[in-house]
C-alpha cells in the first residue's frame, strides 16, 4: 500500500464502501 500516492484515490474507495456499509445498516442515510 502507497498511502502518498494513493491517498486521493484510496479516500474515494474507502468513502465508496463506507457509504455502502452505512446504507445497509441505516438506510436512512442514502
Excluded: C, F, W
Excluded at 491517498?7 to 438506510?27: C, F, M, N, W
Amino acid at each position: 500500500m502507497n498511502n502518498s500516492n494513493g491517498s486521493i484515490q484510496g479516500k474515494e474507495y474507502a468513502l465508496l464502501h463506507t457509504a455502502r456499509d452505512i446504507s445497509i445498516v441505516d438506510p436512512s442515510g442514502v
